[in-house]
């Protein structure tokens, strides 16, 4: 968000009418509010009192940063140059923020300010294929180092972090009543997915195709029970923009889709961002909730698999979804 740059005093003659007075005084009650609503809360302050987070920026680190500031040098100090590519400190910094955020925001009604969520949800985003694995549940290495010290940890593939499930569920809801964060992270959500989807050929198989459009879903799911839990707190005008404005940032630039035998995950992505930017907006959540069922539809048609095994992914990855989403809430409480 830009600053928003505070209007200039005027001096007032002393010849004034009872309205001109009258306009003077509600412009600047209005411009105390505007100048009140840009200016940093100070909402960071205790979450900059937890060693994690001083030990997790570094050099960055001042007990006074705004957190407009704070959020600049949480991306310093966890993404590198090469996106999706850490260092074994750059993936310890992060565990260490996400740990500290879990427990000042927790369940309850508490949220990262809006000068630090998005920034926030940026640099998070950036660890898509570690929150993939989590929220999956599946991979045992993740599963293992949530329980241990041996995280972060670094292997043939590069390097890894883990939470439990419930920090990750937790993290993304409190800097989601931000939509721009929400759909920063649902973005790269999607992207991971459609990699996965793309590098599981139709000679794989039934089940593993079914298992993997189900794991597409239960990171999806998780997501859509964030979102339920954002918007159940809004009023039904304020959802339904909440909706509008993820929907819309998440189907910009959304180009006719390559053919799937030349981009596979560029198809699977731009033809779902298609049928999203072509939805009623009026009912953008509803849209939202039913990607995974549409992505594995897509990819199940673009496999050229049979209408049966078409329908099995989709449902299926519905199904798991709706698992999920149910679990998220549940968390959220």
Request: charged residues 20%; neutral net charge.
């Amino acid at each position: 968000m830009s600053p928003l740059s505070a209007p200039r005093g005027r001096r007032f003659r002393l010849k004034l009418t009872v309205t001109a007075v009258c306009l003077a005084v509600a412009g600047g009650i209005g411009a105390w509010l505007w100048i009140g609503s840009a200016t940093d809360s100070g909402g960071c302050q205790k979450l900059l009192g937890d060693k994690r987070v001083r030990s997790a920026l570094g050099a960055e680190y001042r007990s006074d940063l705004s957190c407009s500031a704070l959020g600049t040098a949480v991306k310093h100090a966890t993404m590198g140059a090469t996106p999706a590519t850490h260092s074994l400190q750059q993936a310890r910094s992060m565990q260490n923020l996400l740990l500290a955020v879990d427990d000042e925001a927790g369940t309850g009604g508490r949220k990262v300010d809006p000068a630090l969520a998005v920034p926030f949800a940026q640099a998070l985003a950036d660890y898509a294929d570690d929150t993939d694995q989590i929220l999956t549940s599946v991979n045992v290495d993740y599963i293992r180092a949530d329980t241990s010290s041996t995280s972060p940890w670094q292997d043939r593939t590069g390097v890894h972090m883990a939470v439990s499930v419930d920090t990750v569920v937790h993290v993304v809801r409190a800097v989601s009543d931000s939509p721009e964060a929400y759909a920063a992270v649902r973005d790269a959500a999607t992207r991971r997915i459609a990699a996965d989807l793309a590098a599981t050929p139709a000679t794989a198989g039934k089940e593993t195709l079914t298992l993997r459009a189900k794991l597409s879903g239960r990171v999806l799911g998780s997501l859509d029970g964030v979102a339920e839990k954002v918007t159940g707190s809004m009023g039904q005008t304020e959802a339904r923009k909440w909706g509008e404005d993820v929907a819309a940032r998440l189907s910009a630039h959304a180009p006719a889709p390559p053919a799937y035998g030349q981009d596979p995950a560029g198809h699977l992505i731009d033809a779902w961002k298609q049928e999203l930017k072509g939805a009623d907006a009026t009912n953008a959540l509803a849209q939202l909730e039913a990607q995974s069922m549409d992505l594995s539809r897509i990819w199940g048609k673009a496999l050229g698999v049979d209408s049966g095994l078409q329908d099995t992914l989709a449902y299926g990855s519905r199904d798991t979804a709706a698992s999920a989403r149910s679990d998220a809430v549940d968390k959220l409480r």
